[in-house]
């Protein structure tokens, strides 16, 4: 199993970006899906989860009402729309996946892509 995240880029506060992450390996609906974030001299943190069918999505606290999670199954592919940024949601972006269970901490993930920058500026 590989993940390729991409879609990173710096932008002002406010605007908007959707970071991808492709899977490559077995069948992607049998795994679930997380999006991290770990910020410089800061230990990487959980952003969203999305199970196996696309269901399940929870977020942390700092980015609900403004980050989407989705997933495409026909298309291996999970999402990350990113709106109304803030220069404190500057970090490398992270995706990951586990087979058997949720992934709501780090120590829940079996596979991780190699991660985008996201930079804002205020």
């Known amino acids: 199993v590989q993940l390729q995240a991409s879609g990173g880029g710096s932008v002002q506060a406010g605007e908007s970006l959707r970071l991808s992450c492709v899977f490559f390996?077995?069948?992607?609906?049998?795994?679930?899906l997380a999006w991290f974030r770990q910020a410089p001299g800061k230990e990487r943190e959980f952003v969203a989860h999305?199970?196996?069918?696309?269901?399940?999505?929870t977020y942390a606290e700092s980015v609900k009402g403004r980050f989407a999670v989705s997933r495409d199954n026909g298309k291996d592919t999970m999402y990350l729309q990113m709106d109304d940024l803030r220069p404190e949601d500057t970090a490398v972006y992270y995706c990951?996946?586990?087979?058997?269970?949720?992934?709501?901490?780090?120590?829940?993930?079996?596979?991780w892509g190699q991660g985008t920058q996201v930079t804002v500026s205020s």
């Open positions: 990951a996946a586990n087979r058997y269970r949720e992934i709501m901490s780090v120590d829940d993930a079996h596979y």
């Open positions: 390996g077995r069948p992607f609906g049998s795994y679930t």
């Open positions: 999305v199970g196996w069918n696309g269901g399940g999505i």
